[in-house]
């Protein structure tokens, strides 16, 4: 199914949205949905209780809880207890209020299916680079954060402060960068890219490997 053809339909259908949605399911059920059999052999009226219950939760209307259910199945497979209580450990990890929550969880619906361990896990991990009172802005400005390994994010860090000591201006700004933004620079994957040729002697080894970084500066080359 086209997401975009389905979008259209949804907006200009008389069915409701989890009419809509069963739909897809029976288009896409065994390539999409194959992971959460139960969704498939819920009726329209259990599927509409389970968006309304997803809408009400992120603050949206159920159009746009169907379009994240049917961007994650998982959201629309969980019990409405255990998204509730995601939702409030995310509260609770990132010291945010319910409405930036939502915004985030919107951003990036996945962050709400998974589990509970996984949550602190990345939290802990991600509040040793931001800081503890800050990783929740920090997150909240670059939620994907929650979807890669910490361990790569940490060696971005590491490699991009390594960077920023070969010029006195990227260290500048680097120590200036807000939290939201450091977090965007470590999540980037395109746009500001600087090659260069590190050593890493300067990060505690004497290979030397030829990387492609993001960098907070506007120069379009670099030696180190």
Do not use: N
């Not at 995601?86 to 209020?97: A, D, Y």
């Amino acid at each position: 199914c086209d997401l975009a053809l389905r979008s259209h339909w949804e907006a200009t259908s008389a069915d409701g949205p989890a009419v809509v949605m069963y739909h897809d399911l029976l288009c896409c059920g065994t390539r999409r949905f194959s992971r959460y059999p139960a969704i498939l052999d819920r009726s329209v009226d259990a599927l509409e209780v389970q968006l309304s219950g997803l809408a009400a939760l992120l603050g949206a209307d159920i159009q746009r809880a169907a379009r994240l259910a049917f961007k994650v199945p998982a959201l629309a497979a969980a019990q409405q207890e255990e998204l509730q209580q995601h939702m409030s450990l995310l509260e609770q990890l990132l010291g945010l209020e319910r409405d930036a929550v939502r915004a985030l969880v919107l951003r990036q619906p996945s962050v709400l299916a998974r589990t509970s361990d996984g949550l602190v896990g990345k939290v802990d991990a991600y509040a040793e680079i931001f800081g503890r009172e800050d990783v929740g802005r920090a997150l909240s400005g670059a939620p994907q954060l929650l979807t890669m390994k910490a361990e790569a994010v940490r060696a971005r860090h590491e490699l991009l402060a390594s960077l920023a000591a070969l010029q006195p201006s990227w260290a500048s700004q680097l120590a200036e960068a807000s939290k939201e933004t450091l977090a965007v620079w470590l999540c980037s994957r395109c746009g500001g890219v600087v090659y260069v040729h590190v050593s890493r002697a300067c990060i505690g080894s004497r290979r030397t490997y030829a990387c492609c970084v993001r960098v907070p500066v506007c120069s379009t080359s670099v030696r180190g």
